[in-house]
């Protein structure tokens, strides 16, 4: 009952390394993506994928690198990690029908710390 | 590109009393409309959701919304809250391959 998981939960940087968080689901979804939560903004899309091989730029999507070489697998890969980058990360899946996007599912979220 | 609105950063009822939490969107074609909920450090889950047909949907935890698209609205709904239903809540819109988020009210129950 794996579902939707992301690694590691916690990470701390400093300023200019680089780290990648891990994404991987288990439901064969198409669809994948990345948000950052940070208080009193709700939940920004970073990039996104609606399958192998294909990616692209959500709302905030510098500083942040993804590739897409399977289904189950979206990570996502700091290159110079930013104070600014501080944040709660989510990775969600979904099915991608006709088009659409339906009901996302998440992961537990990774807390990352820049200092 | 499509947009979501929460007005109501932080919204305090009574235990027992009703509830509606807005929502408006911005986008040009048909919308996808989600309600997404989120308690106290935990993941989010979906209360509810509209891709067609019925304007009034119904969701888990006896929440329900509807969609007007004349107003570009689709507010959540509960006749009577309970100590448990405090959280955050996110009103999501998809549209051109994104779901994109409104920035969360959060409820606050007053015993």
């Known amino acids: 009952n794996a579902g939707v998981t992301q690694t590691p939960k916690f990470q701390v940087l400093k300023t200019g390394q680089s780290m990648t968080l891990q994404c991987a689901q288990d439901?064969?979804?198409?669809?994948m993506s990345w948000y950052r939560q940070d208080p009193g903004m709700g939940l920004r899309l970073i990039h996104y994928s609606v399958g192998a091989g294909i990616t692209d730029q959500g709302e905030v999507p510098n500083g942040y690198n993804v590739s897409r070489s399977t289904t189950e697998d979206f990570p996502l890969r700091l290159l110079s990690a930013a104070p600014s980058q501080t944040s709660v990360y989510f990775c969600a899946s979904s099915s991608w029908t006709s088009g659409r996007t339906g009901e996302l599912f998440f992961g537990e979220g990774s807390r990352l710390t820049v200092l | 590109a499509q947009s979501v609105t929460q007005p109501d950063i932080h919204i305090t009822v009574s235990e027992g009393a009703s509830l509606e939490l807005r929502c408006n969107y911005s986008?040009?074609?048909?919308?996808?409309l989600f309600w997404y909920v989120q308690s106290p450090g935990q993941g989010l889950q979906l209360l509810l959701k509209?891709?067609?047909?019925?304007?009034l949907v119904q969701g888990i935890k006896g929440f329900e919304a509807e969609f007007k698209r004349s107003q570009s609205s689709f507010n959540l709904r509960k006749p009577s809250v309970h100590w448990s239903d405090a959280a955050e809540y996110f009103c999501a819109v998809e549209g051109d391959d994104k779901i994109i988020f409104g920035k969360g009210t959060r409820l606050h129950i007053l015993p």
């Open positions: 509209y891709f067609s047909g019925d304007t």
């Open positions: 986008y040009g074609a048909t919308p996808y």
């Open positions: 439901m064969n979804h198409e669809y």
